[in-house]
């Protein structure tokens, strides 16, 4: 037994991919797409490379590690994972999915899945009795986001998990904002975790990436039988930023937790422009309960409302240390307006639905100083401010 930082850096029988002569400490970037036979009826474990890559086995092997998961499987994107993962399902199958979702998979389920007679109802997971209540006969899983974006609001893997199980459907959850460090959501009672590796898991904006794991043999193979028949992997070279990302998680994610406290400090006192912020835990409801259960701690992305005394389009149009840009998890702080951006694939009705209005801004804390990171802030909202 090691710790989770230990088996972050060093894996955990992921040595034995270390199959060089030279003594190199990190696995190798297998450039082959092709493996020699030695002989016609050999029996060879790498043949293609879409089927098994080494490099793509290493980190298969470490999410698996890091999760307790049975199985790994990396492909090229996060949308290419969730895809992967909703073709569990046929024709005629219901899902019950969060109303609080990552806009990619709103579109993949809306403009695609629904078009392939694949059925949804969306619901509040946070209301256990919604959920409950939209399990049909033909419903097949429960899908959602443990801390939904752009609100941060936290749903219980525990008790969702339980309502799951005792229809007999799966429970799916989309754990990017989190990570493993954060939550592991297997042993909270889910069957099925995807990440965009996107994210925290690589950490440095230059790699798109996901990751899907589970600790169940027959969806194991149902989600190769994808990855090796639609064939989204992730390419090595990509596989190797995505390991790297991983070595150093617990370290970026415990600085960008610091953070963002210090953020919130600043933000707390800003009264005169902030009409509320978002961050688990401050809720105010029995999702902050949850949130102290089952979270290890709460991430680096921090939304808040501004009041009508600035402009958000300003705001985020002046600062200059943190980047206006979707996406989040990363050493660099990124700033953004979800209506105009991240949730612009919502619809307008379905965005004022969940009170995605023009005036919320999604800040993801990077690892910078904070103090210049508050200095940026003010000095935008000064220029912002009408
Ligand atoms: C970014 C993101 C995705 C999509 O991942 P890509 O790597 O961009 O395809 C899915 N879910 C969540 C929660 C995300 O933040």
């Given at each position: 037994m090691v710790g989770f930082n230990t088996e972050l850096v060093f894996?955990?029988?992921?040595?034995?991919?270390?199959?060089?002569?030279?003594?190199?400490?990190n696995v190798p970037i297998?450039?082959?797409s092709t493996y020699a036979f030695d002989d016609i009826d050999a029996d060879n474990k790498y043949d293609y490379s879409r089927s098994l890559n080494p490099t793509r086995e290493y980190l298969e092997k470490q999410i698996a590690v890091l999760e307790k998961a049975k199985h790994g499987y990396a492909f090229a994107s996060g949308s290419a994972a969730i895809h992967a993962v909703f073709t569990l399902f046929v024709p005629g199958d219901h899902i019950v999915v969060s109303k609080n979702i990552y806009g990619g998979t709103f579109r993949l389920i809306n403009d695609y899945l629904k078009h392939l007679q694949i059925e949804f109802t969306q619901v509040d997971t946070q209301n256990l009795e919604e959920v409950e209540a939209a399990i049909q006969p033909n419903t097949k899983a429960i899908y959602f986001e443990p801390i939904d974006n752009p609100f941060m609001k936290v749903t219980s893997i525990r008790a969702v998990s339980a309502i799951a199980k005792k229809h007999g459907v799966l429970t799916i959850v989309d754990n990017t904002f989190l990570t493993p460090y954060l939550q592991r959501p297997l042993a909270l009672g889910a069957d099925v975790v995807i990440h965009s590796a996107t994210k925290y898991l690589g950490g440095h904006s230059d790699v798109i990436a996901g990751l899907v794991v589970t600790n169940h043999d027959d969806i194991g193979e149902k989600l190769y039988f994808s990855q090796n028949a639609v064939g989204g992997i992730l390419s090595p070279e990509n596989c190797i930023l995505v390991i790297r990302g991983i070595k150093t998680l617990s370290v970026r994610l415990d600085r960008h937790i610091q953070n963002a406290q210090t953020v919130l400090k600043y933000l707390d006192q800003k009264e005169d422009f902030i009409k509320k912020i978002y961050y688990?835990?401050?809720?105010?409801?029995?999702s902050d309960q949850v949130a102290q259960e089952e979270l290890k701690g709460y991430g680096g992305v921090i939304s808040f409302e501004l009041k009508d005394n600035v402009d958000p389009k300003k705001l985020v149009n002046s600062t200059q240390l943190i980047w206006l840009a979707v996406s989040l998890g990363s050493v660099e702080s990124l700033i953004e307006l979800p209506y105009y951006m991240t949730h612009a694939e919502l619809p307008l009705a379905e965005r004022q639905k969940v009170g995605i209005g023009p005036n919320l801004v999604r800040l993801s804390v990077g690892l910078e100083d904070p103090e210049d990171l508050i200095a940026d802030l003010e000095q935008a909202v000064a220029t912002a401010t009408k």
């Open positions: 894996g955990k029988g992921l040595n034995q991919l270390h199959d060089n002569n030279t003594g190199a400490v297998y450039q082959s688990p835990g401050r809720a105010g409801d029995a």
